[in-house]
Each structure stands twice: as C-alpha cells, then as structure tokens.
C-alpha cells in the first residue's frame, strides 16, 4: 500500500499492532467479511509483548471469578488448542504443579485450588506431596496443585499462522507503519499512518491493539476522552535459562507473587527449561538481563529444586508487561473498552493486555467482533 499524506484509504476496520492479539482480531474480523488493515510499527509481526512470554497456555486457575480474565482465558485455552491441533501449529499439554514449598504456601494453594473450580477448570486437582514428587523427583514441596491442561506453544508459528489466516482472508498487513494519531468523528475515526510514507486512513472502526502503545495512541485520537485512558506501568520480567538436562517434564510454578506468579519453571517444546519471570518495575521497557541476578534466581528456585545450581543459570531474555496498576495495586481486569465504556462511535480499545494475552487471544478476537457487530 502506497499513498501520499494527502490520499485517503477506506477499509471497514484498522487494526493498530501486529502481536498475538491483534493478528487474532485481524483474522476474526477479515474471516467475517470486513475489509481489515492492520498497522504494525515494527517491521515484522510479535517484536513487542508477545515475543518475549514464557509461551504458556495458561488453564485459567488464578484469575478472579466474573472477571474477563478468568473467561477468556478458560475459552481462549481450549479455542487456541484446537486451532493448534487444526494448524499443525507446534505445541504439548505438558502440564502444571503449583506447588506450597511450605505450611505457609497451603492456604494460598487451597485458594488456587478453589478459584480453578469457580472458574469451570475441573482438571486441576490438589494432590499431596509424595504424589506430586513421584511426578518429579527432584522437587521439593509440602502439597502442590496438579493442573493437566496448562500447556506450550511456539509462539512464533501460533502469530505466522494467524497472520497468514487474516491474509487469505483479505486483510492487508503493513509493516513500518505506526498508527501515530487520529480523529473520531462519530461515525468513525481518521487515521494518520506514519513510517516512510505517510498517508490517512479512514476506518467505520479502530481496534488499538497497540500493547505499550496502546495509551499513547488512545490519547492522540482527539474526540477521545481523556478520563478514559488508564494509566500504564511497566512492570519487567527476567528470564534464565538452564543449561544442561532438564530434570522436569512438567512446569513448576510456585504460589503467586504481587505483580506475577513467582519464578517459575517453564519448558520450550524441544524440553529445554527456562526459569522467570521475577518481577522488577521499570520507567521503561528494558529488555536487558544482568547475568549477576542469577544467583537471586537461584536462591529463589531451590525453594522447589534445592538441586539447582546458580552456575547453570545463563541470561535468556526478559519481558515486559503493560500493567494498569504500579507496585503494591491489586491486580487489573483486562480492559476491552467499546462504545459502551466510552462513549466514542468506532473505537475499541484493548488496555492491560498482559498475560493471560497469548492464551485468551482467540477469545479476545471473538468479544472484539462482537463488540463491532460482526
């Protein structure tokens, strides 16, 4: 596509960013017969958010009962399995312990344990601690929750086949493209694409799937009001990788922290382990990892795996989540706000999509097009 500032492009909905969501909505959208663009500031799909997760498909076993969270995540799990297993996309239901290390962590588990049941995951089941060791020996734990259906993805070739999909199905993806600003005009909005050349868009729709863009965009869409962009913060995540043999073939999670869900032991699909992410806010993404914190990983980690050794811990990468809330605030909704929420004709805003965002991806493309009509 290549148009002057001057030229005006018409399409029925832009979507702003090229990540896991907005590929999904991308693909919703065009599969329902709406001309879609999407806009994408990098120069390639998922360089943001959703190419720096632990590719955890997550079952839905913390999140509050009645909340988006909690229901996209449950139908965004068993949506995304089946479109995986439809796709050939690379991916196993390697499974979940949640494990108290101690009599402290039993509450908190029993908690986990109760809200999986309110939120209709009926696999995950509190087992003791020789059941959970038998599964892994080298584990050390008091009790842990079994969870059978948490599993992993390639992330990578979840975003290929989903942006393939949204092509065939006529939407255009363009690439160097950011949304910079905009005007709603109550019947739609006018874009401003910028990149190496600029031009206008006009949309009957605009679904921000921006990420860490996505407040900034909301606040230069001028007719937007103001009151209804939250606030961002940034909050990072290191992740380590474990060299050698793994001892695990299931993931170990231990109880939840403020701002995350404790370092954790993830798997990638050829069975390499990874530990991460903690949890360190940040004025900024930062995607550095200073291999001096391994040995906090390490302490952290022999909580469950007192076998682990600081020196096998080498850098991987590290992640950076859009959080509604800073340090000490209580965790935030996933914010899918329409013209209902807002007020403003064409606009869907997608704010404080953070994990579970991979695994609910699908289901947040389905309560998109609902929003929209289509």
Known sequence: MTCSASDSVR??????????????????????????????????????????SSEVIHAGLYYPSGSSKAALCVEGAHTLYAYCAAQQIPHQRVGKLVVATGPADLPALERIAAQARANG?????????????????????????????????????LMQALADDAERAGAMLVYGAPVVSGNCTGRGVELLVGGA???????????????????????????????AVPPLYFAKGHYFALSGRSPFKHLIYPVPEPGGLGTHLTLDLAGNARFGPDVEWVDAPDYSVPADRAAAFAASIRRYWPGVSAARLQPAYAGVRPKLGGPNAPAYDFRIDGPADHGVAGVIQLFGIESP????????????AMKIGA
């Open 11 to 52: 399409v029925d909905v832009v979507v702003a960013g090229a990540g896991v969501v907005g590929l999904a909505c991308a693909r919703a959208l065009a599969q329902r017969g709406l001309q879609v663009a999407v806009f994408e500031r990098e120069h390639h799909f998922g360089q943001g958010i959703s190419s720096r």
């Open 121 to 157: 995951v009926d696999s995950a089941c509190l087992i003791s601690a020789e059941a959970a060791q038998a599964m892994a020996p080298e584990l050390r734990c008091c009790a842990a929750l079994w969870s059978p259906d948490t599993g992993i993805v390639d992330s990578h070739a």
């Open 197 to 227: 050349e600029p031009y206008r868009v006009e949309a009957a729709w605009l679904v921000n799937a921006a990420g860490f863009g996505a407040q900034a965009l909301a606040s230069a869409l001028q007719g937007f009001p103001a009151e």
């Open 357 to 368: 965002g991979l695994t609910a991806s699908l289901a947040i493309a389905s309560r998109v």
